[in-house]
């Protein structure tokens, strides 16, 4: 069974930074695509950030374009996602995803993981 499991999440002020990381068990996805989605309330889901099987295709959404950087140990099966000048529109769950290819939209992703809460006070 494939179990992604996300964890780094909290509340934090604006400017702050996190870090998330995301686990995966029950398969290897060193040649898949591993990135990280999120949902704020009464929001639908937002594809954020994917990388590919080499260190150099990695995608993001305007919106974090910049701010957020993901990475990921191929090794221990596990993508990280780095989030700098944090905004209070930041706050949302954050989901782990990953599927075959990289694809700019939550859709794209067959694999979840149960999120993680983060919260950007002003």
């Known amino acids: 069974q494939v179990q992604l499991v996300e964890s780094g999440g909290g509340l934090v002020q604006a400017g702050d930074s996190l870090r998330l990381s995301c686990a995966a068990s029950?398969?290897?996805?060193?040649?898949?695509?591993m990135g990280w989605a999120r949902q704020a309330p009464g929001k639908e889901r937002e594809f954020l950030a994917a990388?590919?099987?080499?260190?150099?295709?990695?995608y993001y959404a305007k919106s974090v374009k910049g701010r957020f950087t993901i990475s990921r140990d191929y090794a221990k099966n596990t993508v990280y996602l780095q989030m700098n000048s944090l905004k209070p529109e930041d706050t949302a769950v954050y989901y782990c995803?990953?599927?075959?290819?990289?694809?700019?939209?939550?859709?794209?992703?067959?694999?979840w993981g149960q999120g993680t809460q983060v919260t950007v006070s002003s």
């Open positions: 029950g398969r290897t996805f060193s040649n898949d695509a």
């Open positions: 995803v990953a599927d075959r290819l990289v694809a700019r939209t939550p859709k794209g992703y067959a694999y």
């Open positions: 990388q590919g099987w080499t260190d150099d295709s990695a």
